[in-house]
């Protein structure tokens, strides 16, 4: 084995995957590392969603009874580690500084372009993959127990399609019946948002990524991307086959990568948003249909491979603290008197974290302080839609390529570390 590379790509996930294969492909050697089976981490646990839609980022509310609520750490939505709230106060100041509506707008301008070629990126990957039995193309719906939650939602997809060309359908409650006939309660209505793709099986698509950057010429070795050192040439990690060298790195970490900035002299404001899933066998003779989200509930249910996966919202935690399943077992008894579940399928919830910036973009590009070593990290609540998408914009500043967007809005000189 080669022990020398142009470019060490480090994290597996769907962001490293996509990276690595999109550098791959403009004829550059590369090493994707990592210390699992590509997919197995962060990008394995999502609600499977392409969200071509999601032009605004999830914002730090802002609404003085909407917060006093969460502060009572007792809904569905939202749970805190008190301990984890002290520790990320500077990072959730700024979360909230940037949700302030003229500042979120302008970042919503800048992410809209970016997230609107998601789809495209991922059809191409899918289509020469021959993934397509891992997506469904008919979009996902947002549910509304209530009349106010259903007028807010008509409200938000109105103006989602003028400013940005959305496309949506407006769902009265029989409708909905009629399209989930086992759903056990009344709704007031529900928004179909009708263009994003879903995913039965993120990390099958991740695995099928994978496969597009081997057959381009890429290879991958187990390594620990803590042994990440630099030399007068480039870099050097630790792999399964010896050191490893390369003239350029990229950090894909997810939720790990401030661990490794940090060490190489970077504060950038990153945290962390745990959450979890579970699958479940449907109760006989019952069907979902349709990726399902409860907005009041704060869930989805989404029908995947595995079974009917329960996703939870938002844990702020210590990133590797011990599981503490409380939204998920509340959301699960919430859900249970919505659809009929059966038993889970699993013997446990899995858990992972979202890795998030104050500013609700993802970090792109050439680190500050170093010519030869690159992030992609920080894509929060977008981590499966954006991948595709994040690598190619990564690709072409590292290849001197014109960037089919704006870099700058991403770049990683934004935050003062």
Not at 97 to 113: C, F, G, N
Not at 337 to 359: A, H, K
């Amino acid at each position: 084995m080669n022990r020398k590379a142009e470019i060490v790509v480090l994290g597996a996930g769907i962001v490293g995957v996509s990276a690595a294969l999109h550098l791959a492909r403009r004829g550059r050697d590369v090493v994707l590392v990592d210390r699992q089976h590509p997919g197995l981490a962060t990008s394995y646990g999502n609600a499977g969603l392409i969200q071509s839609e999601g032009v605004m980022p999830h914002a730090f509310p802002r609404d003085p009874l909407l917060l006093w609520r969460y502060a009572l750490n007792a809904t569905p939505h939202t749970h805190y580690h008190l301990a984890a709230l002290v520790g990320i106060a500077p990072q959730l100041l700024q979360y909230w500084w940037h949700s302030e509506p003229k500042r979120y707008q302008a970042i919503v301008r800048s992410y809209a372009p970016f997230i609107a070629q998601s789809l495209p990126e991922h059809k191409a990957l899918i289509d020469e993959a021959g993934a397509h039995d891992l997506i469904r193309k008919n979009g996902w719906v947002q549910v509304c127990r209530s009349a106010r939650a259903r007028d807010e939602a008509f409200g938000e997809a109105e103006y989602l399609e003028a400013e940005f060309g959305v496309k949506s359908g407006r769902i009265g409650g029989d409708a909905l019946g009629r399209m989930e006939p086992h759903l056990m309660i009344s709704l007031a209505g529900a928004v179909h948002w009708q263009e994003p793709w879903t995913v039965r099986d993120p990390a099958a698509l991740t695995t099928a990524y994978f496969g597009l950057f081997g057959a381009a010429g890429g290879r991958f070795l187990s390594g620990d991307a803590r042994s990440l050192g630099d030399t007068a040439n480039g870099w050097t990690v630790s792999a399964e086959t010896g050191p490893l060298t390369a003239r350029e790195v990229v950090i894909c970490l997810g939720p790990w990568s401030g661990d490794l900035t940090r060490g190489l002299g970077y504060r950038l404001p990153l945290f962390g948003k745990r959450g979890y899933h579970r699958h479940f066998a449907p109760a006989p003779g019952a069907e979902l249909n349709n990726w399902l989200y409860d907005a009041e509930g704060g869930y989805f249910l989404t029908p995947m491979r595995a079974g009917i996966r329960l996703t939870t919202g938002v844990e702020f935690a210590r990133r590797d603290a011990p599981k503490t399943p409380v939204q998920i077992d509340r959301t699960t008894q919430i859900a249970r008197g919505f659809f009929p579940l059966g038993e889970p399928v699993e013997p446990e919830p899995w858990m992972g974290t979202r890795p998030c910036t104050p500013d609700m973009k993802p970090i792109v590009g050439r680190a500050p302080r170093h010519d030869n070593l690159w992030f992609d990290f920080g894509h929060a609540h977008h981590g499966l839609t954006l991948g595709p998408v994040s690598g190619r914009l990564l690709a072409d500043l590292m290849t001197g390529e014109t960037p089919f967007t704006d870099p700058a809005p991403f770049r990683p000189s934004r935050f003062a570390g």
